[in-house]
């Protein structure tokens, strides 16, 4: 986790973690995320384990960490988030105050004997993201709707009542300059559910990615399957790749095979061609 903070007109930012930056995105993103800030001057320390923060004299701040002491003006603390249940009454259906409550891919939370509670959101420590929290909510809604209705829900994987997208298809976008945009498992995910990958990285050099700034700096990689012949993950990280991401998203849910997405023109000059150029990268 991140502790940045203001030093006289300087930043530093300390990292608790190593190199791996962006937690549950590829190595290669959080590197440059770290690249593109040490290049604007900002002193990026990794590995730093923050031991104490204290009130320094003229309402500064003391931190003190392994390698000595830092007096800043800021400090900003990015710890990460859990799942806030311990005021909710979760004990009251027998659950443990201040654990997430874990779902089935329907939003039924698991545990509760006789009764029918669901759940979406942060609270299920699932994706703690916006997007994914509303997707939960209308997949609860239709299943709470279908089961009123007496009806049974249609649980089969990609099912109108379940959660599939949650456990292979999760999109996020780290809003830093550059962006990182993902989608999908990781080469280490995917690698660790058993996939057999094949891993394709390239530069974002297109003539889109020169129309959105001079100098574009960018790249991107693919995760594909290559058994079933369909991509397991996406990244992409640069300037205005948050919009990138939608279109992996599709990729993936749909499981469109790569033989199809050839067929997938991008127009020109757009930054989508980056897509023509994984693809041809892929085959060659
Ligand atoms: C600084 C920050 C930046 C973020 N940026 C992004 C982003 O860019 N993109 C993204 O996708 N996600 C982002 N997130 C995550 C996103 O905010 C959450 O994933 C999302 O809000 C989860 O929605 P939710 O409805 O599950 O929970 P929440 O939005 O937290 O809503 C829970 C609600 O329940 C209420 N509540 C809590 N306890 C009780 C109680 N006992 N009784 C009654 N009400 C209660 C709370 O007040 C709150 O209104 C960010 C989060 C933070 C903290």
């Known amino acids: 986790?991140?502790?940045?903070?203001?030093?006289?007109?300087?930043?530093?930012?300390?990292?608790?973690r190593g190199p791996r930056l962006l937690p549950g995105t590829e190595p290669f993103a959080g590197e440059r995320v770290a690249a593109a800030?040490?290049?604007?001057?900002?002193?990026?320390?990794?590995?730093?384990?923050?031991?104490?923060?204290?009130?320094?004299?003229?309402?500064?701040?003391?931190?003190?960490a392994g390698d000595g002491t830092l007096v800043v003006d800021e400090l900003?603390?990015?710890t990460g988030r859990r799942p806030n249940t311990a005021a909710i009454g979760a004990?009251?259906?027998?659950?443990?105050?201040?654990?997430?409550?874990?779902?089935?891919?329907?939003?039924?939370?698991?545990?509760?004997?006789?009764?029918?509670?669901?759940?979406?959101?942060?609270?299920t420590g699932r994706a703690?993201?916006?997007?994914?929290?509303?997707?939960?909510?209308?997949i609860v809604g239709a299943v709470i709707g279908a089961r009123a209705?007496?009806?049974?829900?249609?649980?089969?994987?990609?099912?109108e009542h379940v959660t599939t997208a949650d456990h292979v298809a999760v999109p996020q976008v780290v809003f830093t300059d550059p962006e990182v945009a993902a989608v999908g498992r990781t080469?280490?995910?995917?690698?660790?559910?058993?996939?057999?990958?094949?891993?394709?990285?390239?530069?974002?050099?297109v003539a889109g990615s020169s129309l959105q700034a001079d100098g574009y700096d960018g790249a991107a990689r693919m995760v594909v399957d290559t058994a079933r012949g369909v991509l397991v993950g996406v990244t992409f990280v640069?300037?205005?790749?948050?919009?990138?991401v939608h279109a992996a998203t599709v990729a993936i849910v749909g499981e469109v095979p790569l033989d199809r997405l050839w067929h997938v023109v991008p127009s020109f000059p757009t930054m989508s061609e980056v897509w023509l150029r994984l693809l041809e990268t892929y085959r060659s």
């Open 1 to 16: 986790m991140a502790q940045a903070f203001r030093r006289l007109g300087s930043e530093v930012v300390l990292m608790q």
């Open 37 to 64: 800030m040490q290049e604007e001057g900002i002193d990026v320390r990794l590995g730093y384990r923050l031991e104490s923060v204290a009130s320094a004299a003229n309402d500064r701040i003391e931190l003190r």
């Open 76 to 78: 900003l603390v990015a």
């Open 91 to 123: 004990d009251v259906v027998g659950l443990e105050p201040g654990e997430p409550l874990v779902v089935d891919d329907t939003g039924l939370v698991q545990g509760v004997a006789g009764q029918w509670l669901y759940a979406a959101g942060d609270v």
């Open 128 to 138: 703690p993201l916006t997007h994914q929290g509303k997707y939960a909510g209308r």
């Open 149 to 159: 209705a007496g009806a049974e829900p249609d649980t089969r994987p990609w099912g």
């Open 187 to 205: 080469e280490e995910q995917a690698r660790a559910d058993g996939v057999d990958v094949r891993v394709v990285d390239i530069p974002i050099a």
């Open 238 to 244: 640069g300037q205005d790749v948050a919009e990138m």
